[in-house]
Structure formats: C-alpha cells, structure tokens
C-alpha cells in the first residue's frame, strides 16, 4: 500500500485505515494468509532535512503499533510498517520496520542496517543504524526477509536473508525523486528478485517527494502489479511453488561457486 505520510502520527493511522478499507482482503481460505505491507516513515514522514526526528520516535509498544495491532485484527492479516524506533541515543532513532500478526502481537521487528547518506542526503545524522542482522519472519509457507528503502543498494545484504531462507523480500520505502531515481528503483528490484529467484514486494511513499510505484515482481524478475507515482493499493498471491519452480528453471542459487 502505498501513500504519502505527514508529521501526524494519528493522521498517518487515520489514512491507512481509509485506504485497507477500500481494498479489504477477502477471508483466508484454508493455507492462506494475508499480508500488508506500508512504507517506510509510515508512522511519521521524515519532513525537511532539520527535523529533529527523536522528539516523535515511540517504542515498540507505544500507540503508533498499537494502531497497527487494531488494524491487523481488523483485516485479519500480518501487517508489516516503517516506524522511527526510540534508541538510547535519543538525538537518533531507529529506523525500524514492525511486523504485528493478525492476532494483534508484535512478531519481529528490524532496524534499518544502511542509512541513506548518498545523493547529498545523510539519514545517519539523524537516524542510528540497525545491527545488519537478517530478520526473518515465516508466513504460511514462505519465509519473508525485511529490508527497507536504501538496503535494496546492497546486493549481499539481500542475498544473506536468501541464504536463512528467504523467498520473499519486503521493501518499504521513502524511495526519493530526483534524476534516474525511477530507474534506479524499478531495476534493483527486479535484480533482487532475479538474482536470488524470490518474489520481492515493495511499498513506497508517494507524493510530491517520492516516487511511489511500488510493485511485486516474481522470482524470475516479472513485474506481476505495480502502482504509479499516486495513493494506491496493489493486490496480488504469491506461494512457494512458484519460487520453486523458478529456482528449478534458474538454479543460479544452487550454482554458485564461493
């Protein structure tokens, strides 16, 4: 699900409501599960480059989560949002993805290992990094691994939550406009999907400042859904038969030569 998000915490909530209600997903069926993705800054919009970002950052327990919990009982689906995370550094938050499951918990959560400094632009003066280590969460039958907006840069990251098992890479993103961006997006998504044969969902901010165009691309690089630069929901399945299939076609995993 894609839109843009402001500097209100509620506002952000209150929209996300207003766009799933639009799109609900029908009831499981038996072996099915349900899964949203937002963007990153879902919880709150990084806003001009001298914003101090610690004074808004909540814990993992705190209301913007809280929110999420309610709406992943709602839809009756795992829920997967970018929040700024408090750290002991209070200066500098986490930039940290939320996985809160139908019954409302928290199932995992993931602090952005690579601050975007690139482009003019340096995320590491206002946010601290995560550790780097792979976050895997299993999803009926696939095995989901996080990753947020800059990480897709960095093909060994990908690769590594492939290699504990990944077959799905989710990418919330404030992916930035500017010259070659569009670019630069929609390719390293379809390279990270094909270099690893894994399906790779992507959410991204829209709006003035951002690029939107979030997609699902299959494991053999195929863009199946896809939304332009404007507030949008794209709906699609994925399983584990075709990854397995495409892995079967494509065992470039299996081939490598360390």
């Known amino acids: 699900m894609q839109f843009t998000a402001v500097l209100d915490v ?3 909530l209150a929209a996300v409501r207003r766009i799933t209600a639009k799109a609900r997903p029908d009831p499981a069926r038996d072996g099915e599960e349900h899964l949203v993705v937002l963007p990153e800054a879902a919880m709150h919009d990084f806003g001009p480059a001298d914003l101090a970002l610690g004074p808004v950052a909540q814990p993992l327990d705190g209301p913007f989560v809280a929110g999420l919990a309610r709406l992943a009982e709602d839809l009756g689906a795992t829920v997967i949002a970018g929040m700024f995370e408090q750290s002991p550094d209070p200066g500098r938050p ?3 993805l939320v996985v809160v499951d139908p019954s409302g918990s928290v199932r995992a959560h993931y602090r952005k290992a690579h601050p975007y400094d690139s482009f003019g632009y340096r995320e590491s003066d206002r ?3 995560g550790d780097g280590a792979a976050v895997l969460v299993r999803l009926g039958t696939l095995t989901v691994g996080l990753m947020t907006c800059y990480d897709l840069r960095f093909p ?3 690769r590594a939550l492939v290699e504990g098992g990944a077959d799905t890479l989710v990418v919330p993103s404030a992916w930035v406009r500017g010259p070659l961006k569009e670019d630069h997006w929609a390719i390293l998504l379809r390279a990270r999907a094909i270099e690893n044969t894994a399906y790779v969902l992507a959410a991204g901010q829209c709006g003035r400042q951002y ?3 979030s997609m ?3 494991p053999m690089g195929v863009v ?3 939304a332009g630069p404007d507030e949008a929901v794209v709906t699609t399945c994925v399983d584990r038969l075709t990854v397995e299939e495409a892995r079967r076609r ?3 995993l299996a081939n490598r030569r360390r």
């Open 224 to 226: 199946v859904a896809a």
């Open 211 to 213: 690029v939107g165009a």
């Open 127 to 129: 946010m601290a990094p």
């Open 94 to 96: 986490y930039n940290t």
């Open 156 to 158: 060994e990251f990908a």
């Open 10 to 12: 509620d506002e952000n």
């Open 250 to 252: 494509n065992p470039s």
């Open 216 to 218: 699902v691309v299959d």
